[in-house]
Nanobody
Framework: QVQLVESGGGLVQPGGSLRLSCAASGFPFSDKGMSWYRQVPGKEREWVATIGSTSSTYYADSVKGRATISRDNAKNTVYLQMNSLKPEDTAVYYC???????WGQGTQVTVSS
């Protein structure tokens, strides 16, 4: 079955960096685009970034210039590097297989001094 396991979240100070990982299994990873979303309690889940099967990338305006999505098909893993983190980046971050309803369980990112 499809499994998506996020990791790499944590507490970071404003201006800091984090790299989130999403390890995937149960489907042909290299053939699928992958996305990152984030959600704050009480708000809708927000799209953050997408990487296509050919590694084309797309970013939400809120993270453009501060985030880099990448993938390692040999490791079946997609990454989200976040730099210059702001308190408003605090959220649970989820990975998703695009055009499906397969989601990971999420990893908490907290940006606070």
């Amino acid at each position: 079955q499809v499994q998506l396991v996020e990791s790499g979240g944590g507490l970071v100070q404003p201006g800091g960096s984090l790299r989130l990982s999403c390890a995937a299994s149960g489907f042909p990873f290299s053939d699928k685009g992958m996305s990152w979303y984030r959600q704050v309690p009480g708000k809708e889940r927000e799209w953050v970034a997408t990487i296509g099967s050919t590694s084309s990338t797309y970013y939400a305006d809120s993270v453009k210039g501060r985030a880099t999505i990448s993938r390692d098909n040999a490791k079946n893993t997609v990454y989200l590097q976040m730099n210059s983190l702001k308190p408003e980046d605090t959220a649970v971050y989820y990975c998703k297989v695009i055009r499906t309803d397969y989601w990971g369980q999420g990893t908490q990112v907290t940006v606070s001094s």
